[in-house]
């Protein structure tokens, strides 16, 4: 989760998520690299005695047409990369369905053990000590490590919106449509996310928690849910 | 009397000197920029996950996590 001031990206738990924190420094890095010489230049002008009878400014007019042009393919490419990763048929080992409503997460297991619970967020009031206020679930969504794991996500009533940061997934969910992403958690841990399309007076309050282990600690957490 | 004169001075072009002096000092500026960020911020972060990840055992962290009782699906014993 991210801490009480954190401006930058929640460590990544995910591969995708990884390149995702790459691309953005590489853009950045242009983005700083473009600022630079605006500021450099807008210095040079508001310090300069105005003259110039400049009438032929075609070279110039090149420089400034083809190098943006250049800039802007030094993004795409990389941009273009990950979105194609990211839409990669990757064969995932679980499919887990989630469903918003307000203001709760359903999660349907469905492939080998049929079951299915909700989520609702811990209030302050019976959250326990070192635990995490307006984040913690009832429920937490257990996964297996290092496996793809698609979700399928929908919503009951409005629109909601299944994200958790640390994980690179953010999916809309919509009433009558079924959204599919997937991830895979590189590590043991617990991710936080919180719903992410505005979603009426608790929409603030319906966090999601991705709990992910050793498939064999998964195989116990899910025969345990079904029976 | 003949005094020595002094060399004629650049009369013309003085904008395009000026120009073209500052433009290669902001590409300059503007290069060393990003470069500082590359090598100061984007690949210790690349290399910061690199070691991480070299000799990570999950299962160790797990078992550790375990301990602490920070998972719902082992509580600690």
Redesign the interface.
Request: glycine residues 4%; neutral net charge; hydrophobic residues 45%.
């Given at each position: 989760m991210a801490n009480h001031s954190q401006l930058n990206f929640q460590d990544?738990a995910s591969p995708i998520m990884?390149e995702l924190?790459?691309f953005h420094?590489?853009a950045?890095?242009?983005a700083?690299?473009?600022c630079?010489?605006v500021l450099?230049?807008l210095t040079?002008m508001l310090t300069e005695k105005l003259?110039?009878s400049?009438i032929n400014a075609q070279e110039i007019e090149l420089v400034w047409t083809i190098l943006p042009a250049m800039v802007l393919v030094m993004l795409a490419l990389p941009s273009l990369r990950i979105l194609y990763m990211m839409d990669e048929i990757n064969e995932p080992d679980l499919t887990l369905k989630a469903i918003g409503h307000q203001w709760y997460w359903t999660y349907e297991y469905t492939d080998f053990k049929d079951f299915t619970f909700d989520s609702y967020m811990t209030p302050t009031a019976d959250l326990p000590l070192g635990h995490f206020r307006l984040l913690e679930v009832d429920?937490?969504v257990?996964v297996p490590?290092?496996s793809t794991v698609r979700v399928i996500v929908t919503a009951d009533d409005v629109l909601h919106s299944w994200a958790v940061p640390s994980l690179g997934v953010k999916t809309d969910a919509i009433p009558g449509r079924l959204n599919q992403t997937s991830f895979l958690a590189?590590?043991?841990?617990?991710f936080y996310g919180q719903c992410s399309e505005i979603c009426g007076a608790n929409h603030s309050f319906m966090p999601i928690v991705v709990?992910s282990?050793?498939l064999a600690?998964?195989e116990?957490?899910s025969s345990l849910m079904s029976s | 009397m003949s005094a020595a004169l002094l060399p004629k001075p650049q009369m013309r072009g003085l904008?395009a000197r000026r120009m073209k002096f500052?433009l290669l000092?902001?590409?300059v500026?503007?290069?060393g920029?990003?470069a500082l960020?590359?090598f100061g911020?984007?690949e210790p972060?690349?290399r910061a996950?690199a070691d991480f990840?070299r000799n990570?055992d999950?299962?160790k962290?797990?078992e550790a996590?375990k301990a602490a009782g920070?998972?719902?699906?082992?509580p600690a014993k």
């Open positions: 990544a990884e924190m790459g420094d590489h950045l890095m242009v700083l690299a473009i630079s010489l450099y230049l040079l003259s110039s400049t429920h937490r257990i490590m290092s590189s590590r043991p841990g617990v709990e282990t050793p600690n998964f116990n957490w | 904008l500052h000092g902001a590409f500026v503007s290069v920029c990003a960020y590359k911020v984007a972060r690349k996950y990840y990570y999950p299962m962290d797990f996590m920070v998972l719902e699906s082992a």
